[in-house]
């Protein structure tokens, strides 16, 4: 445990992979009401999808359990670039009932059109949780850059205190589309927020992470709960080694 976070490193991606499986089976099964769990995209995750979609397919209650997103490409669902596109095609069209499905509407015009109605949309589902935070489990990223969602260093998104989800006209990592992006009040509007992040490329930020630098993804944290972090041994920054 590091100040507010937990860390906890994995042998490989597979077993990250499981492991954040089996988080997030546990935190659905921790009563029996609606659940909001919003997705991350990137690769990351993607193994994940795939488990939640085939051996821990039923294990799921899917009636009950809402699927947001945190941040999205500015391109329509059908690019192999959206973000809810890939999460689609790996389990929820699959598993989930549509209407379970909370879609950043990419069609609208611009971005921060997309933004305002995401965030109606996120404000209506709120009222329906009794006093709860907006979500029971954010899953989340992290780029080289130490960007979380599509929240990126130096930019006035990442200070955003009023606004949930905003527009984002330029990323400063590829693919480099505009994006529409969750803000901090609403990603730490949760019980949990789980990062997940695999292979030595990520070793560098993450010790920066960790140490506690300005950056986007050392800001978030769950607001009702806990911020735990799976990282592989590949991403485990020195001093994490036994
Ligand atoms: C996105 C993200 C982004 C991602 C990180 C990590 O849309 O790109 O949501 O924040 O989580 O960049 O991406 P990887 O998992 O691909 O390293």
Same mark, same amino acid.
């Given at each position: 445990m590091t100040g507010r976070r937990k860390i906890i490193v994995l042998p490989d991606a597979e077993a990250l992979a499981l492991a954040a499986a089996e988080r997030l089976i546990a935190r659905i099964d921790r009563d029996s009401k609606p659940v909001a769990v919003c997705l991350t995209g990137g690769s990351t995750p993607i193994r994940l999808y795939q488990l939640l979609g085939g051996i821990f397919r039923s294990r799921i209650p899917w009636p009950r359990v809402h699927w947001f997103m945190g941040d999205e490409r500015f391109v329509p669902q059908s690019n192999p670039l959206s973000n809810m596109g890939?999460?689609?095609? %790996?389990? $929820? +069209?699959?598993?989930?009932?549509? &209407?379970?499905? +909370?879609?950043?509407?990419?069609?609208? &015009?611009?971005?921060? %059109?997309?933004? *305002?109605?995401?965030?109606? @949309?996120?404000? *209506? =589902?709120q009222k329906s949780r009794d006093k709860q935070?907006? =979500?029971?489990?954010? $899953? !989340?990223?992290?780029?080289?850059?130490? +960007?979380?969602?599509?929240?990126?260093?130096?930019?006035?998104? %990442?200070?955003? @205190?009023? &606004?949930? /989800?905003?527009? /984002?006209?330029?990323?400063?990592?590829?693919? =480099?589309?505009?994006? /529409?992006?969750?803000?901090?009040?609403?990603?730490?509007?949760? +019980?949990? *927020?789980? =990062? !997940?992040?695999c292979g030595g490329d990520k070793r560098d930020i993450l010790n920066r992470i960790f140490n506690d630098e300005r950056l986007p993804a050392a800001r978030a944290h769950a607001i009702a709960g806990e911020t735990v972090w799976l990282v592989d041994e590949a991403a485990a920054p020195p001093s994490l080694h036994r």
């Open positions: 890939a999460a689609r095609r %790996i389990f $929820l +069209h699959d598993c989930a009932p549509p &209407k379970n499905i +909370h879609a950043i509407d990419t069609d609208t &015009k611009t971005p921060d %059109i997309a933004a *305002i109605a995401y965030e109606q @949309e996120l404000r *209506i =589902f935070p907006l =979500f029971d489990l954010v $899953l !989340m990223g992290a780029g080289p850059d130490g +960007h979380t969602a599509s929240l990126f260093p130096n930019s006035s998104a %990442i200070d955003e @205190e009023e &606004k949930w /989800v905003v527009g /984002v006209a330029n990323a400063n990592v590829e693919p =480099f589309v505009p994006r /529409v992006s969750l803000t901090l009040p609403a990603l730490e509007s949760t +019980h949990e *927020i789980l =990062f !997940m992040a």
